[in-house]
């Protein structure tokens, strides 16, 4: 070795020991997330989502079910006519059944609401319609006669 | 200054070991940083480098093959990495100065200032893995073996392009350097 590659080395190693002294990063083989971050990110997140839009559809699929074996349909506008069939039926059921009022403590002097008897009749039923009509006679107007005024001269 | 660990015979590796290669990161990062700024003559380039060739060497750690000295594949992988950005940070320049024809120059940054050292604005004169060969051999203290299987190229011709190296740098230096 001559002199050139000393002092080439030489001023190499002034250089650059320092640098071997330090301590390197630490070494990481992927960046490490949170939990919220594993969900949310990367195959976590694609997971999630499917499963999300899985259960959607499932609940949608069912749903159908359910309107196609009650009207015997696939026609969506059929199983919303079968269930306003349903609540309609229902109702006069539920305007037989006695109702218990609250009873308001009894004031002398003034009679409540809620002491009152309340007759209860279907609220949504039709009512009945009679075979035949009254008929009503329109009450004569009195006319109307204008007073002669005096002439002043 | 190296460790004890650090000057012994290169350990045994298991390719595709992630402790394995932890352990390869802790004995060879320095040593590749090293290498790394002595070819681009600036740390924080040469920092940059250096993290990406061990990424890019973690990738291809389970096809690595213990013929070939691990560190050494590490460093082939750091030298050609450093040579992509060496090509693109001259381009770069050339586009710099062409925008800047007729400007006054800007000052240097406190990075180049650190940096300016005799040695290293010599060695940027030189081929890039010219560079490489030098801090290899007098620095690391490489046998051509290992500057071959860094540089990857055949063993025969480091001799030559060492001493080509050399004669470089002695005539950039001057003779009345040191």
Known sequence: ?153 | MESSDESAEEPLYSPGSEADFERLYRRSHQRVLVTLTGMLGNRAAAEDCTQEAFARAFKAWGSWRPEAPAEAWVHRIAINVAVSYWRRQRLREAGEIVRRLGQPAPPPSTAALAERSDLIRALRKLPAKQRAALVLRHFHGYTNREIAASLGIPERTVASRLAAARAQLQAVLGEGWR
């Open chain 1, 1 to 153: 070795m001559n002199d050139f590659e000393q002092n080439l080395e030489r001023g190499l190693h002034e250089l650059f020991d320092p640098y071997l002294a330090e301590q390197p990063r630490p070494w990481r083989t992927r960046p490490r997330a949170g939990v919220s971050g594993r969900v949310a990110g990367g195959l976590g997140g694609a997971l999630v989502a499917k499963l999300a839009t899985g259960a959607v559809i499932a609940a949608l699929a069912a749903g159908a079910g359910v309107g196609v074996a009650t009207t015997h349909s696939l026609n969506p506008v059929d199983w919303g006519r079968a269930a306003s069939r349903q609540v309609q039926k229902a109702q006069p059921q539920v305007a037989s059944t006695p109702v218990a009022h609250p009873v308001a403590p009894a004031s002398p002097n003034r009679q409540t609401p809620a002491a009152t008897p309340v007759a209860v009749s279907p609220a949504v039923s039709p009512p009945a319609v009679p075979s035949s009509l009254p008929t009503v006679n329109p009450i004569p107007l009195p006319t109307v006669k204008p007073t002669i005024l005096p002439t002043i001269p």
